[in-house]
């Protein structure tokens, strides 16, 4: 299985482009709201990030890079209907995706519209619930959306209040709308991904390494990969300050050492760069590494200011 392109790079780009895209009230994600054997999973809370003064420039820069081109394709401004967002996939089934929000009637006409001209087209019922089933043609037409788990088939409803839910096989949606959209967690068990959290997550990703292909990575990105059975990666606002934090859990403790002497080589490489933007330099030089056995934890904290500059400069 290939990784989704967001959750596929290391600590670094994954700050960028883990903002290229709930299970419940506004809350941060947790290991416990996640099914067995989830392979992948991403958050984002855009209803704290609009009421976080640190994620306000987070979100500001989501709406001008992503919301504004879904804006332009397809005429929905989710900037005004979408308050939170969380997919997952696990092994062997495919992804899930459920988006937490005020969707007008107008955005759900569209939405039907679009979907009415794929291939083949269903209108179905569970739980006494509408859902539809889309199939495509199998030629993809463009890669600006690109969700690891959803291919060329996929189930999605608007009939769960307040929430859109989007699946990649039938048992899952309807288990979805069943239960109200939401998620049968599989708490504490064998294998289960790590999940980093806060009290104002803003984002949270995170990643089974030994699921996925690494056959688009190269260099840095691939030899991280390699030696990682699991990633995890969060963005809050802790005091007014927006704070990112990577953690890596390696093959072994002397690899974890090791990544994290190739890490700190390429800080320090990075960091005292005369060519290098401000906002960047100030970044690197305020990131901490540090490990514990088998896992590599990275942080820093950032102005929002600092944030937004680097982001409109990636």
Do not use: C
Request: net charge negative; charged share 25%; hydrophobic share 45%.
């Amino acid at each position: 299985m290939r990784a989704p392109r967001l959750l596929s790079l290391p600590w670094l780009a994954a700050t960028a482009s883990l903002l290229s895209l709930a299970l419940g009230p506004a809350s941060a994600l947790t290991a416990e709201d996640l099914p067995a054997a989830t392979s992948w999973y991403f958050h984002a809370d855009f209803d704290e990030m609009r009421d976080s003064p640190a994620g306000r420039d987070l979100v500001g820069w989501i709406e001008q890079e992503v919301f504004a081109e879904i804006r332009e394709e397809t005429g929905v401004d989710l900037s005004e209907e979408l308050d939170r967002l969380t997919a997952y996939s696990t092994d062997g089934a495919g992804a899930v995706m459920v988006m937490d929000g005020r969707f007008s009637r107008q955005t759900r006409d569209k939405a039907l519209a679009a979907a009415a001209m794929a291939h083949r087209f269903e209108t179905l019922k569970s739980a006494g619930k509408t859902y539809y089933h889309v199939v495509g043609d199998g030629e993809h037409r463009g890669d600006n959306i690109e969700i690891s788990g959803i291919d060329n088939e996929f189930f999605f409803s608007f009939d769960v209040p307040g929430k859109l839910v989007l699946a990649a096989q039938k048992a899952q949606i309807e288990e979805m709308l069943a239960n109200g959209g939401k998620v049968t967690g599989a708490r504490s068990h064998d294998g289960a991904l790590f999940v980093l959290t806060a009290e104002r997550a803003l984002v949270q990703a995170g990643m089974n390494t030994d699921s996925f292909d690494g056959d688009d990575d190269g260099g840095f990105d691939s030899n991280i990969l390699r030696n990682t059975r699991q990633l995890a990666v969060m963005i809050a606002d802790m005091a007014g300050n927006i704070a990112i934090e990577a953690r890596l859990h390696a093959t072994e403790p002397e690899m974890a050492e090791s990544l994290a002497s190739i890490v700190r080589g390429l800080i320090a490489l990075q960091a005292f760069s005369e060519d290098m933007d401000p906002e960047l330099s100030r970044f690197l030089q305020g990131t901490r590494v540090d490990v514990d056995g088998e896992q590599l934890s990275i942080s820093v904290a950032l102005a929002p200011g600092d944030l937004r500059a680097m982001l409109d400069e990636a």
